[in-house]
Each structure stands twice: as C-alpha cells, then as structure tokens.
C-alpha cells in the first residue's frame, strides 16, 4: 500500500529544521510520505514557500529507499530544497 509509515512527517521537518538558518521565513513542509511503486520504494516531499499576494512555489523531491525510509525523506528534502538554496 501507499499508507505513510509513522514519523514520516517529523523525519521531513527536522531536516527543513536543520536547513531554516538558509531559508526564508514561512517554508514548511506540505507532504511528506514514502509510496510503494511496483519495483520500488521512493520518498516524495512537497515543500511549499510562501510567496507574495496569496500564491506559493511549492518544490517536489524524491529520492529512491535504499535501507531505512528516514534516510530518503531526508534526502528527498534537500533534493527538493536544492535548486532553491544553489541561488
């Protein structure tokens, strides 16, 4: 199944946590989960940016489960993160 393992959510918030110092004000975490495909696992996070006159940027990231599912939604943050901090 697609269901979220627990604590999927803290793992993606402590890493953006650990990355606030570098990113503006209002940057949070909008989903946060590990889905099952037919070969695979992948963590996917939605990190959303607030942005003028009531819109968004919302930044996808994925990274592939190879061992524990905590170390790919960690990686899955930054990999969504990373275009945004590299300016």
């Not at 037919?38 to 009531?54: D, I, K, L, S, Y």
């Amino acid at each position: 199944t697609n269901a979220p393992a627990l604590g999927e959510g803290s793992v993606a918030e402590a890493t953006l946590d650990a990355l606030r110092p570098l990113l503006p004000k209002g940057v949070g975490i909008e989903s946060a989960q590990v889905v099952n495909l037919p070969a695979r696992r992948v963590a996917v996070t939605v990190v959303v940016f607030p942005a003028a006159a009531e819109a968004s940027q919302a930044l996808v990231g994925s990274a592939l489960v190879r061992g524990d599912a905590e170390d790919a939604l960690a990686r899955c943050v930054l990999s969504a993160l990373n275009r945004r901090i590299s300016r």
